[in-house]
């Protein structure tokens, strides 16, 4: 199977996930991070839902990073993920990062994200995440980072939260021809 066919059965398969996933890290009491998040999704959900014109944010509001690069071969580069208010004001969203191998959540907290500006998610650890965004001003949307997407070209999943709620998201990728990284191998100790 080449890569463009693993990426297309990725949007097809379905999945379980074990009760682990329902554990979460939360925000300070009382934000808007501690709202009840969607439930981890049955089936494996959309990579892209698709954009509405052109992903422009004008700067990043704040960057983070979720994991850690230790024993992670350099072959393997991180992913970003840029979640863009395309609104005239500013924007609450709640963001919840599943870890689908590790079985467990890996991030959970609220960004009030300004108008036009974008926050910066790297992705340091090569797995496959379901990301989920929710909100009071957007529709809740769980997205798929897939393991294979994990290679040695530069990649990102651009999510764009809309004035009626919608949220967009395309995974764009350099697809320059390398070895993905193998989720279902054990990791080394």
Do not use: K
């Not at 996930?17 to 009382?30: D, M, V, Y």
């Not at 089936?43 to 052109?54: E, F, H, I, K, V």
């Amino acid at each position: 199977m080449n890569r463009r066919q693993a990426l297309a059965a990725i949007t097809t398969s379905t999945l379980s996930l074990a009760g682990c996933l329902a554990s979460q890290t939360t925000g300070p009491a009382g934000a808007a991070g501690t709202a009840t998040p969607p439930p981890p999704p049955a089936d494996l959900p959309p990579a892209n839902t698709g954009l509405r014109g052109d992903f422009d944010p004008e700067t990043t509001y704040r960057e983070i990073e979720v994991g850690s690069r230790d024993g992670v071969d350099e072959d393997y580069v991180p992913h970003e993920l840029l979640i863009w208010n395309a609104t005239a004001g500013q924007r609450t969203v709640n963001l919840r990062i599943l870890d689908r191998v590790a079985e467990e959540s890996v991030h959970r907290e609220a960004y009030t994200i300004p108008a036009a500006e974008a926050l910066r998610t790297t992705l340091l650890e090569p797995s496959q995440y379901f990301v989920q965004l929710w909100g009071p001003a957007i529709d809740t949307e769980t997205l798929l980072v897939p393991c294979i997407i994990f290679d040695c070209n530069y990649s990102t999943t651009s999510i764009s939260l809309y004035e009626d709620g919608h949220v967009g998201s395309v995974v764009s990728s350099t697809l320059a021809g390398c070895p993905s990284y193998d989720c279902d191998a054990p990791i080394p100790e």
